[in-house]
C-alpha cells in the first residue's frame, strides 16, 4: 500500500490523534507508519531482566529518560523459587544502575493497577509494555499496548518506535447496567457476540451515552480486556470523569485528545447494556461467552478473585457484599488477591477483608497471583476455577486437564458461597433486602 | 529455557512434525491467516529464523508476531491470496520494498503490502537490537 499522506477527508479517531501527536505530526491516517515517540514504556518482572540486558549487549548503557520507565515486581510475589530470587536481585541492580525511580518492588502490586494509582498516566499518552493487557490504560484516554522485549529495549535506549497507525473500531454503549450486571459482564459479553479477533490489529474506541457514566474502575475491566478481542489500543477518551479521578493524582494535562465527530471507523456497533444479564466465559477461549444460567450448577474446585481485570477496591466491594454473613462451600478454594498495596489497606479499612476472611477466603499478596500460571493457587487435573480474571486458555492456570471460567467479582463470590457457577441474584443480601 | 539450538527443532512442530528437519536456508513459509496468533513472545519467530527461513509470507499476521518478527529481523510480508497461489516446494521471489511475490515456475505475482523504510531498515541492520548497537556504535561513547 502505497505510504498515506494523511490527506483524506474528515476527522481523526481517538488512535489517529494520539500517535498524530506522538510523531510530531498535524494529521496521521490509518495504514501510515509513524515513528513516535513514547511517553512511558514498563516492564516487569517476567522480562524486564531480558530487557535491561539486550540494552547492555547493544552497548548502551544509559536509558532515554528513567522518569518515563516503570519497572513493576508483580508476577511472582514474593518469589516463589530461588531462580525467581535471582531474576529479582538482577532486576533491582539495574534500576539503581540505570537511575530509574519508577521501580514497584514485590508486594507494591500489579502493573496495569500501580500505574493508573500513581498519577503515572494521563489522556493523550502512548504507552508500551512488556504485557498484552498494556491496554488497560486506554481507561484513561491513553493509548496503551504490548510489545517485545527487543522492541522495549530500543524504546528505553531511545525513547521511540515505528508503528503503524491502526484502523478504529468503535462500540457505541447505551442503556444503563442492571442490578449485579458489571462492566466485565460488558466487555464478556462484546467478546462472546464479536469474537477474538474483530478488533485484530485495530484501535477500539468504547463511547455513546453509558461510556461516560462508567467509572474509571469499570473502565480499567473494558479496557484490559480489549486485548482478548484483538485490540491493538482500547479506548474511553479523557472527559469529567477521567479528571475526577486524576484530580488527587496531578490531574488533567492541558490537552485532552477526543476523535473528531467525523472521523473514519472500519465499523461502528451499538451495544446496549440494559438487558444484559451476568455473563461467563466457557473454557478455553475468551469468546465462548454464555449467560450465567446456561452454566450455573457447575461444580468448582476453586474461585478467584483478583488480577489487573478486577482486583480494584470496587471489586473486593462487590465480592465482600455478597459474601457478607455468608461463607463460601466446603470444597471450594476461594483465593483473593487485592491488586495493589493500597487496595489492600482500602479493603482493611473498610471492613471488606474482615467480611472476606470470614467467609474462608484465602488473602494473596498483590500481585499477579494464579492468573498465569505462575504461582499461588494453580489447578490440578479435573478441577475447575471461576475468577475475575482475563485469560482461560488451557493450561493457564496449571493443569491441561483444567478448566477455566471467567466472570464478574458478584458472580465469582456467588459461585464461591454455592460451591457452584451461580447468578450472584440468586442469593438476597443477608439483611433481607434486595441484591444490590 | 532450553537454548535456541534446541528450541528451534520443535518450530511448527504440532503442524508438520517433519518442518524442522526439512527447512532449507532461504526457505519461504507461506501461510494463510492470522498467523502467528496467541504467540506474544520472540521465541516464536526466532524458532522460524534459527532454521534459516528467509520470510514468511501470510495472508495476515497477528500483530505481536509481526512486531516481533521485524524485532528480530525475520522478514514478514502480508499478501493476500499467497497460500491459494502456492504450493510447496514451488520457488517463488519476494520483494520486501514492493511487497511483490512471484513465482519463478508459474509466472504468477502477487501484491503483497511493501514493507516501509522503518521496518526495512530494521530487517537490514538484522533486528532492532543491531540497529540500536549500530546507532550506538556512530553516536560515539556515552551516546
Not at chain 1, 478473585?305 to 465482600?320: K, Q, V, W
Not at chain 1, 475447575?384 to 458472580?411: D, K, V, W
Amino acid at each position: 500500500m502505497p505510504r498515506s499522506t494523511g490527506r483524506r477527508p474528515g476527522g481523526m479517531t481517538l488512535a489517529e490523534r494520539i500517535l498524530a501527536g506522538a510523531a510530531g505530526r498535524d494529521r496521521v491516517a490509518a495504514g501510515e507508519f509513524v515513528m513516535a515517540s513514547v511517553d512511558l514504556a514498563m516492564v516487569h518482572d517476567i522480562f524486564a531482566d531480558q530487557v535491561f540486558e539486550h540494552l547492555l549487549a547493544s552497548g548502551v548503557d544509559r536509558v532515554w529518560d528513567p522518569d518515563r520507565i516503570a519497572v513493576v515486581i508483580d508476577h511472582l510475589v514474593p518469589a516463589p523459587s530461588a531462580a525467581a530470587a535471582e531474576v529479582h536481585g538482577r532486576i533491582r541492580e539495574h534500576v539503581r544502575r540505570f537511575g530509574i525511580d519508577r521501580f514497584f518492588d514485590a508486594g507494591r502490586g500489579i502493573c496495569h493497577q500501580l500505574l493508573p494509582e500513581t498519577g503515572s498516566v494521563r489522556p493523550g499518552m502512548l504507552i508500551v509494555g512488556t504485557d498484552s493487557h498494556t491496554t488497560t490504560h486506554g481507561a484513561l484516554g491513553a493509548a496503551g499496548t504490548g510489545i517485545g522485549t527487543s522492541d522495549m529495549a530500543y524504546v528505553f535506549a531511545t525513547g521511540r518506535l515505528w508503528f503503524r497507525v491502526p484502523e478504529t473500531i468503535r462500540f457505541d454503549l447505551v442503556g444503563a447496567l442492571s442490578p449485579m450486571v458489571t462492566w466485565k459482564d460488558v466487555i464478556l459479553h462484546i467478546a462472546g457476540t464479536f469474537g477474538a479477533d474483530v478488533a485484530q490489529y485495530r484501535s477500539v474506541e468504547f463511547a455513546g451515552p453509558a461510556a461516560s457514566k462508567a467509572d474509571v474502575s469499570g473502565r480499567l475491566t473494558m479496557c484490559n480486556m480489549a486485548v482478548e478481542i484483538g485490540a491493538k489500543f482500547g479506548m474511553f477518551a479523557g472527559d469529567a470523569v477521567t479528571a475526577g479521578y486524576l484530580q488527587a493524582r496531578g490531574g488533567m494535562p492541558a490537552e485532552v485528545p477526543v476523535a473528531d465527530p467525523d472521523a473514519t471507523y472500519s465499523a461502528v456497533h451499538e451495544v446496549s447494556l440494559s438487558e444484559l444479564d451476568p455473563q461467563v466465559a466457557l473454557p478455553h477461549s475468551v469468546d465462548r461467552v454464555r449467560p450465567v444460567s446456561e452454566v450455573e450448577g457447575l461444580h468448582l474446585d476453586q474461585a478467584f478473585i483478583g488480577s489487573c481485570t478486577n482486583g480494584r477496591i470496587e471489586d473486593l466491594e462487590a465480592a465482600a457484599q455478597v459474601l457478607r454473613g455468608r461463607e463460601k462451600a466446603t470444597g471450594v478454594r476461594l483465593l483473593v488477591a487485592p491488586a495493589s498495596a493500597d487496595v489492600h489497606r482500602q479493603a482493611l479499612e473498610s471492613g471488606a477483608i474482615e467480611v472476606l476472611l470470614k467467609a474462608g477466603a484465602i488473602v494473596l499478596p498483590p500481585g499477579c497471583g494464579p492468573c498465569f500460571g505462575g504461582h499461588g493457587g494453580l489447578l490440578g487435573s479435573g478441577e475447575r476455577c471461576i475468577g475475575t480474571h482475563n485469560r482461560n486458555f488451557l493450561g493457564r492456570m496449571g493443569s491441561p486437564q483444567a478448566e477455566i471460567y471467567l466472570a464478574s467479582p458478584q458472580t465469582v463470590a456467588a459461585s464461591a458461597v454455592m460451591g457452584q457457577i451461580t447468578d450472584p441474584r440468586r442469593l438476597e443480601a443477608t439483611d433481607g433486602s434486595a441484591v444490590a | 529455557m532450553e537454548p535456541l539450538d534446541v528450541r528451534k527443532l520443535h518450530t511448527l512442530e504440532s503442524l508438520d512434525p517433519g518442518f524442522a528437519s526439512g527447512v532449507r536456508p532461504g526457505d519461504v513459509v507461506v501461510a494463510g491467516k492470522n498467523f502467528g496468533c496467541g504467540s506474544s513472545r520472540e521465541t516464536a519467530p526466532e524458532g522460524l529464523l534459527a532454521l534459516g527461513v528467509g520470510c514468511v509470507v501470510a495472508g495476515s499476521f497477528a500483530r505481536l508476531f509481526l512486531r516481533n518478527a521485524v524485532a528480530i529481523g525475520l522478514p514478514v510480508i502480508q499478501c493476500t491470496g499467497a497460500s491459494e497461489a502456492f504450493d510447496q516446494g514451488d520457488q517463488i521471489e519476494v520483494e520486501l520494498h514492493t511487497g511483490r511475490v512471484r513465482s519463478l515456475g508459474t509466472g504468477v505475482v502477487l501484491a503483497g503490502e511493501p514493507l516501509p523504510e522503518e521496518m526495512l531498515e530494521i530487517l537490514a541492520a538484522g533486528g532492532i537490537l543491531a540497529l540500536l548497537r549500530a546507532q550506538a556504535e556512530r553516536a560515539g561513547p556515552s551516546g
